[in-house]
């Protein structure tokens, strides 16, 4: 036994026993020609980061580092070194990096993976200022060093096993470049450099310097000295003023709490949740690899949205971002605790308060030159209905803004879906939409949700498409870079900021809803809100199931939505458990039905999925209106409603996919039943079959939506001008009526945001027009859709429409 091996069978045991780590095996889909043909890279050797990495290597079924490599008759180590600090060789793998690559060249049937490996010890960034804190990392070389943190962090050990490097493909692109070897090793030393980056951020700054430093910048001295002079005091006063928004606003990120953090969250969502199901973070980890400014975009759901997004986004190996919170999170203890964790706070409104505004806007300017992650909700505040609200964007402004002033790292923006099977939240959303005030968050109020801790299904976080921000600008703005103010402490505000900022808004929100999850509970709330009496016999309700599934995977919505690879019979069950519906037996067999409050509650689920059903469900009720259709004419009828449904539920399709997409959801329910083919199209089952009863259940999914349509649409066919305030009013007032006569108790239903959405689109679209006194007129196509959506929605719905309209009128007249 060699001296290696022998201090490392002694050394062995006391390692295992002192660490633990958590390893993160990137995707991939490389396969070599022989499962065995596998080495690893690391940066310098160290005996313990081969213990901890033999361990994950045989949990992961991947070839033990320490055994040889032995190809054609010559053996290899398992184990490459980049770096080895005891022969002061920089790239101490370079010659065997090439006898690889010879290999390769000799015999082309065989194809090894580099597995780049690296171990973070603590994970800590370190500051700006030495703190003399212990902890480590794939830099640290002192042997008496990497001693003390086996001893007080070797049980917050991460390691990292990235994508794989093949180097058949490599010796086929670059056989002849005799320097290829000395050029692997330097690619590796760059990626262990850009990897420690991306797991531990930059350095951190002191709270208090950060605040010294952005006092001194120009921009905000001479705001400063606006604002003494606007508001008539000293200099001194105004310098205070701006110290103490600073001071309410700056976070003061610990890493030691965020590791305390990580092992109470851990406990704590194992007291919630029965799992926490996480898509596409691969896809994060390669943009913090390679050297971006992530922004995260998510949705804003519950308070719980801060707390499992960090928590995810630790577990995925990546540094937490700074967040920005509502400043009414800053209540003692919850304050200082966000604050530690990387939470900012800012303000609901700066309307009138300019120097808050500049002093906000330079701390995220900051914050992104250091290259620290940021998170924040563009929706303003948590959604109370289940829907994506319209996105505020003055963060999103001040990202362009940050962009213009010449980073130099690509800025990315990461949309995020986040979903729940339960959120504690709901019941308190329902009394604010019926009248009552919001609750201040407090101390009371957090130990009130403490005491209401039990297991509540399973939490959902989809990382959507990435939006490039240069990128998207080159796209829409080629001019952009004329207004760039590198090197200029004020930011530019050129006038074409706010429309691409807009749109820019608008399409990070779908990417949102792009991952949207589909669980039991969504899909309950889907099914039962659309039955007759809000009941189905359990039969039913699993058919349901099946043919939604069925429906999603024939026809995805998109790449990032994720649909469960399960049956109807398990998402029962699972349902079942959550207690969001009532079951009852009787002498036939078991009945799912909703109450009253149930009903409001599972509106709120259903509206998180709402908008991948709402094209299908448009299509069903075209069919059952109809009941012999070809394509073309379903398609030319959802292709007049797009613009309405894409700003209301942020679909991501346009107009230009709706044929393709209408015809592959026509064969898909053709192929479940749903729909028969019929001579030159299609036709809707007969009346008594399950299909028809299936297919009627899904087409009742949007008959809301189309009933807000009816309302406006009547509104302007009947009256010869209103105002736009009139008209949303109106609306309003006959969407609550309607609701109380055919018991439609969704909170949105009757929200004067939707229905201000709705005639902002009409009026684009040309469905109104505006006369010299600015009031709404119809035209002929306003007539022709309002006869179309009548012709769809339920006689008695429609009559209601009509009547309340018709009163309405006369009583204005």
């Not at 967040?323 to 966000?338: E, K, R, S, Y």
């Not at 968050?441 to 921000?469: A, D, M, W």
């Not at 346009?654 to 199209?681: F, H, M, N, T």
């Not at 009863?693 to 009933?707: G, H, K, S, V, Y």
């Amino acid at each position: 036994m060699s001296f290696k091996r022998y201090l490392y069978a002694i050394c062995k045991w006391p390692v295992r026993w002192l660490t633990k780590a958590e390893t993160i095996l990137d995707p991939h889909d490389s396969v070599a020609s022989d499962a065995n043909h596998i080495v690893y890279v690391m940066k310098s050797p160290s005996l313990s980061d081969l213990v901890v990495l033999q361990r994950a290597a045989k949990q992961h079924q991947l070839p033990d580092p320490l055994s040889p490599l032995t190809i054609e008759g010559q053996t290899f180590d398992r184990v490459l070194f980049v770096e080895d600090p005891k022969r002061k060789l920089d790239y101490a793998a370079e010659q065997p990096f090439g006898q690889l690559l010879a290999l390769h060249q000799q015999h082309p049937k065989h194809n090894v993976l580099m597995f780049p490996a690296a171990l973070f010890w603590g994970r800590n960034a370190g500051r700006e200022e030495p703190t003399g804190v212990v902890s480590a990392d794939i830099e640290v070389r002192s042997l008496w060093k990497r001693f003390m943190v086996l001893l007080f962090a070797g049980r917050n050990i991460m390691l990292r096993i990235s994508r794989p490097v093949s180097l058949r493909l490599m010796a086929d692109k670059y056989g002849n470049d005799a320097n290829l070897g000395h050029k692997l090793s330097r690619v590796a030393r760059t990626h262990f450099s850009r990897l420690r980056h991306a797991v531990a951020g930059p350095k951190l700054w002191s709270r208090d310097e950060m605040i010294r430093s952005l006092l001194r910048t120009p921009v905000l001295r001479q705001a400063i000295e606006d604002e003494a002079r606007s508001k008539k005091i000293t200099t001194e006063q105004a310098h205070q003023r701006a110290q103490d928004y600073l001071e309410e606003i700056a976070a003061d990120y610990r890493e030691g709490l965020v590791r305390i953090g990580d092992r109470v969250m851990t406990w704590l969502w194992n007291r919630l949740y029965n799992g926490i199901d996480v898509r596409h973070a691969s896809v994060v980890r390669e943009l913090a690899h390679d050297g971006h400014e992530i922004i995260y975009v998510p949705c804003h759901r519950s308070h719980m949205d801060y707390l499992l997004l960090s928590y995810v986004i630790y577990k995925q190996g990546l540094v937490p971002p700074h967040i920005a919170a509502g400043v009414n999170l800053n209540f003692w203890p919850a304050g200082p605790i966000f604050r530690r964790g990387g939470a900012f706070f800012i303000r609901r409104s700066f309307r009138g308060n300019k120097l808050y505004s500049i002093v906000f806007r330079e701390y995220m300017g900051r914050l992104f030159q250091k290259g620290y992650s940021v998170e924040y909700f563009m929706e303003g505040g948590r959604s109370r209905t289940g829907r994506l609200l319209a996105p505020k964007t003055g963060m999103l402004a001040m990202t362009v803004q940050g962009q213009l002033r010449g980073i130099s790292r690509p800025i990315s923006l990461v949309p995020v879906y986040i979903g729940y099977e339960h959120v504690m939240e709901v019941a308190t959303y329902h009394k604010e939409l019926r009248g009552k005030s919001k609750q201040k968050e407090s101390v009371c109020q957090v130990f009130g949700i403490l005491r209401k801790l039990r297991n509540f299904g399973h939490g959902y976080v989809t990382f959507g498409k990435p939006v490039r921000l240069d990128e998207y600008l080159d796209a829409e703005q080629p001019n952009w870079r004329e207004s760039s103010t590198r090197g200029i402490e004020e930011p530019a505000k050129p006038s074409w900021l706010t429309p691409q900022v807009n749109k820019l808004a608008d399409i990070l929100m779908r990417n949102i809803n792009d991952g949207a999850v589909v669980n039991s509970i969504n899909l309950s709330g889907l099914a039962l809100l659309c039955a007759e009496n809000r009941s189905l016999t359990k039969e039913e309700l699993i058919a349901q199931f099946d043919g939604y599934l069925a429906l999603l995977k024939g026809v995805p919505y998109s790449p990032y939505a994720v649909v469960p690879d399960t049956t109807g019979a398990t998402l029962w069950q699972q349902a079942v458990k959550m207690d969001k519906f009532e079951v009852t037996q009787d002498a036939v067999g078991e009945l799912a039905s909703l109450n009253s409050e149930q009903a409001l509650t599972m509106t709120y689920y259903r509206n998180n999925v709402l908008h991948l059903f709402a094209v299908p469900a448009l299509v069903a009720n075209f069919a059952l209106a109809k009941q012999r259709f070809v394509a073309a004419d379903v398609s030319d009828f959802v292709t007049t409603l797009m613009p309405m449904l894409r700003s209301e539920l942020y679909l991501s399709q346009d107009a230009g996919d709706v044929p393709v997409w209408v015809a592959a959801i026509c064969e898909q329910l053709v192929s479940q039943g749903w729909l028969r083919q019929a001579e030159g199209g299609y036709s809707v089952p007969e009346h008594d079959t399950q299909g028809y009863f299936q297919l009627r259940l899904l087409a009742n999914a949007i008959n809301e939506t189309l009933a807000r349509y009816g309302i406006v649409m009547e509104l302007l066919k009947s009256f010869d001008n209103l105002s736009r305030a009139d008209l949303e009013q109106h609306s309003e007032a006959l969407a609550m009526r309607l609701g109380s006569m055919h018991g439609i108790d969704a909170p949105e239903f009757f929200d004067k945001r939707l229905f201000s959405t709705l005639v902002q689109v009409l009026k684009q679209e040309d469905y109104l027009l505006v006369n010299q006194q600015g009031d709404y007129v119809s035209n002929a196509t306003t007539l022709q859709l309002s006869d179309t959506i009548d012709s769809l929605l339920p006689s008695p719905v429609v009559q209601t429409i009509k009547q309340s309209v018709k009163r309405l009128k006369e009583a204005a007249a």
